[in-house]
């Protein structure tokens, strides 16, 4: 775990939130305390894409290490990411984002659909976004326009091409379930190799489905 110490600027704003969405971990008093800084008033109204950005993926993380213990974490991250996102609409990531956000603040509206689209749109072939956005898509895959299904689909068969296998079955196996024939018959533009490693793995799991071009083995469950 990192401390972040009381040194707010613009640099070191934006090395926090490349360090947040790379993967390290902060202490949820210290990402206050950056939110809180004196220094960090002092550039609070620069008018700077990339630092009202930082700021709102801060808001994210720190909303997300306070989830179920502050009313206001959510409410905060919302505002923050609409800001950034009225400065650069272009941001697949904060699109997505949001879409979370609205769900997890009031629950699933049929409205937010719209926020999946505006990810698409602006990022539809970010592999770190997808490993999030994928299976949030696909369970509301009859609410997306024509243009985004298919979008979900084929980045579904990309999660497979690129062997993310537990990250493909988790899409599949949820709300997805019903719609499992469309996204298995869109992996017969996946190598043989891969569709093959995909299939084991899932009947492995006891998953047994009809992987295109692949032998479904009589008992699945069985094997080793």
Not at 4 to 30: C, F, H, K, M, P
Not at 62 to 78: C, F, H, Q, T, Y
Not at 120 to 134: K, L, M, V
């Amino acid at each position: 775990m990192l401390v972040l110490y009381d040194r707010w600027g613009r640099g070191a704003e934006l090395d926090v939130a490349a360090r947040l969405i790379s993967g390290d971990t902060y202490r949820l008093g210290e990402l206050k305390k950056t939110l809180a800084s004196p220094r960090r008033q002092a550039v609070a109204n620069v008018d700077d894409p990339k630092i009202v950005r930082a700021e709102a993926i801060v808001s994210l993380y720190l909303a997300e290490l306070k989830s179920g213990s502050s009313e206001e974490a959510l409410p905060a991250a919302e505002r923050a990411v609409r800001a950034s996102l009225m400065q650069n609409p272009h941001d697949s990531f904060l699109w997505l984002s949001l879409y979370l956000l609205r769900n997890a603040s009031g629950g699933f509206a049929t409205e937010d659909a719209a926020l999946l689209h505006e990810s698409y749109s602006t990022g539809p072939r970010e592999g770190w976004i997808a490993i999030s956005r994928n299976r949030r898509a696909l369970a509301i895959l009859p609410l997306l326009d024509d243009g985004n299904q298919q979008q979900a689909i084929s980045e579904f068969a990309a999660l497979v091409k690129a062997r993310l296998f537990e990250v493909a079955q988790a899409s599949m196996v949820g709300a997805a379930w019903v719609h499992r024939e469309r996204l298995l018959a869109a992996l017969e533009r996946v190598d043989l190799p891969t569709r093959e490693m995909f299939a084991r793995a899932l009947w492995d799991r006891g998953i047994a489905v009809q992987v295109p071009g692949v032998s479904v083995p009589d008992q699945p469950w069985r094997r080793n």
